[in-house]
């Protein structure tokens, strides 16, 4: 069974960078149609797509977030990491790790996050 865990700190000053590490227990990350994705969900908002890095480490990013995000891995250690750039207090949020699996169904095609860490709480105040 995976095991997802997020560490970092809690609290970012505006316009620093977010940065997240999550470390990954029981697969590897460099398995085969494994996308390792950050995810995020903000006070009275639903779930947001940050965006992942590949099994080959290829990385994809959501438009919004696109120019602000960088998403990394270190296949030594078994973790990949999250940097969010030039942060606003509208990035406060519960920031998540997951494992996503791609899935196909009817020929249409599906990441399904089946695997979650536990979630940490950023707060980005001055």
């Known amino acids: 069974q995976v095991q997802l865990q997020e560490s970092g700190p809690g609290l970012v000053k505006p316009s620093q960078t977010l940065s997240l590490t999550c470390t990954c227990a029981?697969?590897?990350?460099?398995?085969?149609?494994?996308?390792w994705s950050w995810i995020r969900q903000s006070p009275g908002k639903g779930l947001e797509w940050i965006g992942y890095i590949d099994y080959y480490g290829k990385t994809n990013y959501s438009p919004s977030l696109k120019s602000r995000t960088s998403i990394s891995r270190d296949t030594s250690k078994n973790q990949f990491t999250l940097q969010l750039r030039s942060v606003t207090p509208e990035d406060t949020a519960v920031y998540y790790c997951?494992?996503?699996?791609?899935?196909?169904?009817?020929?249409?095609?599906?990441?399904?996050?089946?695997?979650w860490g536990q979630g940490t709480q950023v707060t980005v105040s001055s």
């Open positions: 029981g697969d590897t990350i460099t398995s085969n149609d494994n996308y």
């Open positions: 997951t494992r996503g699996r791609s899935v196909v169904a009817n020929r249409y095609y599906y990441i399904v996050y089946d695997a």
